[in-house]
């Protein structure tokens, strides 16, 4: 013991004890670092090219090894807790790993709701004001009937049921911001977005270009006033269809290819 305290005052072999240690933690610490930067790492990547707003399932699921030193940004590395369930953000290429800005819940997704649009259906986008939705009080998940207005050839007005029982997919403001996300701000209602059939949302784009026609969205728990007008009631949805047919044609797409190349041919 009184060997080791003479040893321990001898500053030079004090300082040479220390360089030692040093040089032995830096070696095993630059060792350690080697051995995790280069161990392989299974990771998650995806097998086929998926494109935005598509939910994420196993099958679009393959494993590889890499080093770490090959994971660059922020690379998830558990399918089952960061990404099985997750919807894409963006565009994910296919033998792509998955980063965190690439995934988020379903309800995080820009305009979500357009995820829930069933199959054979698109999206219908209306503009609205304060009164046209009594009073702001059209909701998403609401239901609504859909009446057209308009003047027939006899000059009558007719109003009739287009569409029954709507759900309503979202409300937005003249900026495009969800009328009913925020607690904070009073936002007033520019457009709802629903959900119609194909037929239907072309019946709709064209009586949008029939003069003095009018959509009118109702409530079904509310009814439809008219101002005193002369109005045809026992009109039905069929009769409206013709109607809107007759005043828009629908161009085939190659009868439009025909006309233009026959327009091309004229000017040269």
Do not use: C
């Amino acid at each position: 013991m009184k060997k080791l305290k003479q040893i321990l005052a001898n500053k030079n072999t004090v300082t040479v004890i220390g360089v030692i240690l040093g040089v032995l933690v830096l070696y095993f610490f630059y060792n350690w670092r080697v051995s995790q930067a280069t161990s392989p790492v299974r990771v998650p990547y995806a097998l086929q090219a998926i494109d935005p707003r598509k939910e994420i399932t196993s099958d679009m699921i393959g494993y590889l090894e890499i080093s770490q030193s090959a994971m660059k940004g922020n690379v998830l590395t558990n399918a089952n807790t960061q990404i099985l369930g997750m919807y894409s953000q963006t565009n994910i290429p296919a033998g792509s790993l998955f980063y965190a800005s690439q995934v988020v819940r379903k309800e995080d997704l820009p305009d979500s709701f357009l995820i829930d649009i069933e199959e054979g259906y698109v999206a219908y986008d209306f503009d609205v004001d304060i009164r046209s939705t009594y009073g702001n009080s059209m909701y998403p998940g609401n239901y609504v009937d859909v009446y057209f207005k308009g003047e027939d050839d006899a000059g009558l007005i007719m109003i009739g049921k287009l569409i029954e029982n709507v759900k309503i997919l979202a409300v937005k403001d003249s900026s495009g911001r969800h009328v009913f996300e925020s607690t904070t701000e009073d936002r007033a209602p520019s457009q709802i977005i629903f959900q119609v059939t194909n037929e239907m949302h072309m019946l709709l784009r064209k009586a949008e270009y029939i003069r003095n026609a009018e959509i009118i969205l109702v409530p079904t728990n509310a009814s439809l006033e008219v101002d005193g007008e002369t109005v045809k009631t026992n009109v039905t949805s069929e009769t409206i269809k013709e109607y809107i047919n007759s005043k828009a044609t629908t161009i085939d797409e190659d009868v439009k290819l025909d006309t233009e190349e026959n327009q091309e041919e004229t000017e040269q």
